[in-house]
C-alpha cells in the first residue's frame, strides 16, 4: 500500500535560487554576476525552466563559487564576491568580473585554493 508520501511529486529544485541561498549571495550581487537584471533573476527564481543563456551563465558562475567554497565557508561566498580585495587592486572581485577581469578573478581564487594567494 503506497503511502500519501510517496504519492507526492518531488519538488523541483530552483538552480537560481539554490545557488545564491548556498553562497549567501543576494538577487542584486547575482544579478550582476549572471550580467542580467535584478527582475530577470527575480523571475528566474519563480520559473520551472532556465532560458538557455541564463543556465550559461548560472554554470559558470557556479564554478566560480564552488571554487570559492573551497577555500572559504560557502555562506561566505557572497561576501568574498563583494568585498574590496587587495589581490584586485583594491577592488570588489564582482567589479573585476564587471570589468572583464574575470582571469585575473580566477587567479586570485586559485591563489586561496592553493592557499598562496597572489
Do not use: H
Not at 82 to 89: G, K, R, V
Amino acid at each position: 500500500m503506497a503511502t500519501v508520501a510517496s504519492k507526492r511529486k518531488p519538488v523541483p529544485v530552483n538552480e537560481v535560487r539554490a545557488v545564491r541561498q548556498r553562497y549567501g549571495i543576494s538577487q542584486a550581487l547575482l544579478a550582476r554576476l549572471l550580467d542580467v537584471s535584478l527582475r530577470t533573476v527575480s523571475a528566474a527564481e519563480s520559473e520551472a525552466v532556465i532560458p538557455p543563456q541564463l543556465r550559461r551563465n548560472l554554470t559558470q558562475v557556479s564554478r566560480l563559487c564552488k571554487a570559492l567554497a573551497e577555500a572559504m565557508q560557502a555562506a561566505f561566498v557572497g561576501q568574498w564576491l563583494d568585498q574590496p580585495n587587495d589581490m584586485l587592486a583594491g577592488l570588489k572581485p564582482i567589479e573585476a568580473i564587471e570589468r572583464g577581469q574575470i582571469d585575473l578573478v580566477w587567479q586570485v581564487v586559485e591563489g586561496l585554493r592553493s592557499g598562496s594567494p597572489l
